[in-house]
Structure formats: C-alpha cells, structure tokens
C-alpha cells in the first residue's frame, strides 16, 4: 500500500466520523450565478413609472398633484415641500398644489389614498394616478434623472392646457367664506341662517359653507 492510498484512507475514515456526528461542512450557497444577474439587472432598469403604486387621489388620473403644508411647526416637513414645490416649478409643470393646513379634508384625502391607518407627512408627489413618493423618492428620482420623464403628457405652464391662472383667488384655490366673511359662524334667525353673521339677537351657529379656517373652495378653478 503507497502513501497516497493511505492518505486516502485516513480521509475516508475521517470523513465518515464527521458526518456520523453531524458536522459534514454544507456547500455553500453561490449568490452570484450568471444566470441571476440579468433578472436583477432587468428589476433594476425598470422605469418607475411601471413600479409607482396606483394610488389614485380624485382628479388625478390626467395630472400631476403635489400634497403640502404651509404650517412651519416643523422646518424639515416645511422645507421639504418648498424644495419639491421648486423643483416642479423649474419643470414648468402645471401641477395642483393641495395644502393640508388649508384645508383637513385634504389631509383626509391623503391618508385615504396612501392607506395602511397611518399618518401620512406631506410632501407627497401624485402623477397621472400614481403614487410617486415623498420628498426622498422624488429627489432621487430627479438625481436618477427618471423624474422629467414621469411628467411627459402633462401639460405645462403658459401652455393652453396648463393655463393655472386664476383671477378669483390667485392660484391659492380658496377664498374667504363670502356667507360669514371668515368667521366660521352666523347668526341663527327662526330656524334659518343670516349671512355675515352679524346683529338680529338670535344664536351663533356652524357656518356649513366654510371650512374649519373660514375659507371655502374657489368657486372658479376648484
């Protein structure tokens, strides 16, 4: 018997006792196979519009519609949704800007779009029905150089279609309630309501043409 049968042997025996105990090393797992690259590859160049949820909030299945706050409690949220309000503007977008702090039924309308019983912090970037993302995701998309693409179809700015002008209240989409001039409440005469609430003696009640700010949508481009 020459060296290497006994060599081989010993292995043999060696092997055997390993295993007999449970401690045969595993081969090990190759992660990276060839034929997994191009599925990875593929997942990573897909557009992201393919990939958006569709998270459709109302009126927004031809347009691009941004969710904000002009409240400054918090200077990140704030500044958050001016920088994504400017990068949209640089685009010449025509784009509905919708300010939670307006108005709490916008709030509402996020959180019901965006679902899963959380609080949903603006801004949060809509397009063509589309949940795009927040403040993160748009700026990556733009750095990606992927954004300007999400927007082709919509109209612009200056153009007949994305003509935003508004002479009733200056794009601001509310105006002061015209029934209690902001106040939120009027005067109760007889069962029915005196606009203004002002003089008469009878009792305040809920102004129900405003909301909890004493503004009311305009009536022109809303």
């Known amino acids: 018997m020459n060296n290497s049968t006994v060599v081989s042997s010993r292995k043999e025996r060696f092997l055997h006792k390993l295993k007999l105990i449970g401690l045969v090393p595993q081969p090990q797992?190759?992660?990276?196979?060839?034929?997994?690259?191009?599925?990875?590859k593929e997942a990573e160049e897909e557009p992201h519009d393919q990939v958006a949820a569709v998270r459709c909030p109302p009126g927004g299945a031809e347009a691009a519609i941004l969710y904000t706050t002009s409240l400054r409690s918090i200077r990140k949220t704030f500044e958050d949704c001016h920088s994504i309000r400017f990068l949209l503007q640089s685009f010449k977008v025509a784009f509905q800007e919708r300010d939670v702090a307006m108005d709490l039924g916008f709030r509402d309308e996020l959180w019901k779009v965006i679902g899963g019983g959380g609080r949903v912090v603006p801004p949060r970037l809509f397009v063509r029905g589309k949940y795009i993302g927040g403040a993160d995701e748009v700026i990556t998309l733009h750095e990606q150089?992927?954004?300007?693409?999400?927007?082709?179809?919509?109209?612009?700015?200056?153009?007949?279609?994305?003509?935003?002008?508004?002479?009733?209240?200056?794009n601001?989409?509310?105006?002061?309630?015209?029934?209690?001039?902001?106040?939120?409440?009027?005067?109760?005469?007889?069962?029915?309501?005196?606009?203004g609430g002002g003089g008469g003696g009878?009792?305040?009640?809920?102004?129900?043409?405003?909301?909890?700010?004493?503004l009311m949508?305009?009536?022109?481009?809303?």
């Open 145 to 170: 150089g992927k954004l300007r693409k999400l927007f082709d179809g919509i109209p612009t700015v200056g153009s007949p279609a994305g003509n935003c002008g508004c002479a009733g209240c200056g």
């Open 172 to 195: 601001l989409r509310f105006v002061v309630c015209t029934n209690c001039n902001g106040r939120r409440k009027v005067v109760a005469i007889g069962g029915g309501e005196q606009e």
């Open 29 to 40: 797992t190759n992660y990276h196979l060839n034929k997994t690259t191009p599925q990875i």
């Open 217 to 222: 949508k305009c009536r022109i481009c809303s």
């Open 202 to 214: 009878g009792d305040f009640v809920r102004c129900l043409e405003c909301n909890e700010n004493g």
